[in-house]
C-alpha cells in the first residue's frame, strides 16, 4: 500500500522559509511525478507544482519565484521550499504522487493526509 | 491569468440529480485539458472521482460520472446520497506542464 508521509514545521516566522518533506512508503519515487499542493483555511486547493525523478520540475506560475522542489531517491523522499513567505502562505500542504501511462500524466491517485503550516511571528 | 470557474455551491435531494461544471475564463474546456474531478470531506485529503474526463477511478460508485457539456467539463451525481455531501474539485491541465484548480463547488444533499 502506497504511503505518503507531508513533515516539516508547523509554524514559520513571516520572511523566513518554509521547508517541507513528502516521505514515500510503499513504492519507488523512481520513474514519478510528485506534486505539491495546498488548502488555505476555509479556501480551495492551489497546485504548487510538480517534480519528476529525476529533478525536473514546473511551478504554478504565481509561485514559481518563491518555489524550489527537490528530490532525494536514496531517501525515498521530495521536498518543498517556498521562500519569503507571508500570512496569505498558511495553509495545509498536501503531497501527491500522479498516475501517468506514457507521456501523459492523467491525476493524482495518491495523496499525503497533509500537515499544517502556520506563517506568523 | 487562466481562472477555472465553478458553482459555488449546489443543493441536491436525496436521490437527485446535479451536474457541476468547470469552465475557463477563456476558451472552451475539452478532453485535452484532462479534467480531473476530486472530492473533499472536511478534514481529509481529496480524493479522486473521475480523471481524463470520463473515466472512474477505482472504487469510485457508478453513480458518479464526467463529461464534456458544451464549453465546460461536468461532473454528474445521480442519484445523490448523503455521503455525497462534500467539496468538488475539477482540476485542469492548460498547458506547458502547468495545472490548475477551479474554485470549487459545495455539495448539499437534503
Known amino acids: 500500500q502506497v504511503q505518503l508521509q507531508e513533515s516539516g514545521p508547523g509554524l514559520v516566522k513571516p520572511s523566513e522559509t518554509l521547508s517541507l518533506t513528502c516521505s514515500v512508503s510503499?513504492?519507488?519515487?523512481?520513474?514519478?511525478?510528485w506534486s505539491w499542493i495546498r488548502q488555505p483555511p476555509g479556501k480551495g486547493l492551489e497546485w504548487i507544482g510538480y517534480i519528476y525523478y529525476s529533478g525536473s520540475t514546473n511551478y504554478n506560475p504565481s509561485l514559481k519565484s518563491r518555489v524550489i522542489m527537490s528530490v532525494d531517491t536514496s531517501k525515498n523522499q521530495f521536498s518543498l521550499k517556498l521562500n519569503s513567505v507571508i500570512a496569505a502562505d498558511t495553509a495545509v500542504y498536501y503531497c501527491a504522487r500522479w498516475f501517468c501511462s506514457g507521456p501523459t500524466c492523467y491525476y493524482m491517485d495518491v495523496w499525503g493526509k497533509g500537515t499544517t503550516v502556520t506563517v506568523s511571528s | 491569468q487562466i481562472v477555472v470557474t465553478q458553482e459555488p455551491s449546489f443543493s441536491v435531494s436525496p436521490g437527485g440529480t446535479v451536474t457541476l461544471t468547470c469552465g475557463l475564463s477563456s476558451g472552451s474546456v475539452s478532453s485535452g485539458h484532462y479534467p480531473n474531478w476530486y472530492q473533499q470531506t472536511p478534514g481529509q485529503a481529496p480524493r479522486t472521482l473521475i480523471y481524463?474526463?470520463?473515466t472512474r477511478s477505482s472504487g469510485v460508485p457508478g453513480r458518479f460520472s464526467g463529461s464534456i457539456l458544451g464549453n465546460k467539463a461536468a461532473l454528474t451525481i445521480t442519484g445523490a446520497q448523503a455521503d455525497d455531501e462534500s467539496d468538488y474539485y475539477c482540476m485542469l491541465y492548460i498547458g506547458s506542464g502547468i495545472r490548475v484548480f477551479g474554485g470549487g463547488t459545495k455539495v448539499t444533499v437534503l
Open positions: 481524463n474526463t470520463n
Open positions: 510503499g513504492d519507488s519515487i523512481s520513474n514519478q511525478y
